[in-house]
């Protein structure tokens, strides 16, 4: 009767070199980690309805904060939802204008014309 096990056939090379290879890839890794990165960029999506004077407004004063306050290290999107009502579904935005920052992390909200510079100022944790 022959036994039902099979035995693999690996040489002790073959082992060795794997565990290797994986001691080098976690090193890598860790080291990866342990890395100061630096700060993600602010990355925002305004949500306006047409050209109505409070989106226009929005619009400006955000460009304007941001050009004072995170020269450009910033990513900007305006989103207008009447051409675009599943972008504005997808985010849940039920009123306009709406600033989201999704980055960095932790992911806010405005709502308004976005005249309050403090207001945003404290609510993206800027310090001045």
């Known amino acids: 009767m022959a036994n039902g096990s099979k035995k693999s056939a690996?040489?002790?090379n073959g082992d060795a070199s794997?565990?290797?290879?994986?001691?080098d890839a976690s090193a890598k890794?860790?080291?990866?980690?342990?890395?100061?990165?630096?700060?993600?960029?602010?990355?925002?999506?305004?949500?306006?309805?047409?050209s109505t004077p409070r989106s226009l407004k929005a619009v400006y004063n955000l460009k304007r904060f941001c050009e004072e306050h995170l020269s450009n290290d910033?990513?900007?999107e305006v989103i207008d939802i009447y051409k675009d009502p599943d972008a504005a579904r997808a985010e849940q935005i039920i009123a306009a204008p709406t600033l989201v920052k999704?980055?960095?992390?932790?992911l806010?909200?405005?709502v308004g014309d976005l005249s309050n510079t403090q207001n945003l100022l404290r609510g993206l944790d800027i310090h001045e």
């Open 29 to 50: 890794f860790e080291a990866a980690i342990k890395r100061e990165s630096p700060p993600a960029p602010y990355s925002f999506r305004l949500y306006v309805t047409g």
């Open 74 to 76: 910033y990513d900007l």
């Open 10 to 12: 690996s040489n002790g």
């Open 18 to 23: 794997l565990k290797q290879r994986l001691r």
């Open 102 to 106: 999704s980055l960095p992390a932790p």
């Open 108 to 110: 806010r909200r405005f």
